[in-house]
């Protein structure tokens, strides 16, 4: 096994382990149906690192490979998205700094709004 083969094989295995641990289904969880009609869906931030590496080893009977992949993932619980009726609000679990996360903080608020505004809009033009 040649070492660009073998270092290919590893990192295809490896990749395709973390891809199954990181699917869409880790990041936004299955919503949870509350008791008094609301629903929660947990939202969780995922970071994940990987490195692999191999060579060639020198043998007098034939081609020997060596190499060695490694990875790791973090899942952290950071919100649940709570929806009651039209209503979505966020409940964050940590404190969140970088813009993306604030930016998915908010989504829920922005998009009550554009409701509540093209809801307007409608009604206007109803009454005309």
Known sequence: MSSE????????????KIRALTDT??????????PNGCSA???SR??????SGGSD????KSEMFGG???????I????????QGDSVKIMQLDTIGST????????????????????KNTEKKEED
């Open 68 to 74: 060695g992949v490694g990875g790791g993932v973090t």
């Open 5 to 16: 083969r073998g270092v290919n094989l590893l990192t295809e295995v490896a990749l395709n």
């Open 100 to 119: 993306a996360d604030n930016f998915v903080r908010t989504l829920p608020d922005l998009v009550d709004r554009i409701s509540r505004m093209t809801g």
């Open 76 to 83: 952290t619980p950071i919100a649940f998205l709570v929806t």
């Open 41 to 43: 869906v947990p939202v």
């Open 25 to 34: 289904g880790t990041v936004i969880g299955d919503p949870i149906t509350l």
């Open 46 to 51: 995922v970071s994940f690192g990987f490195a």
């Open 57 to 60: 080893l020198p043998s007098s």
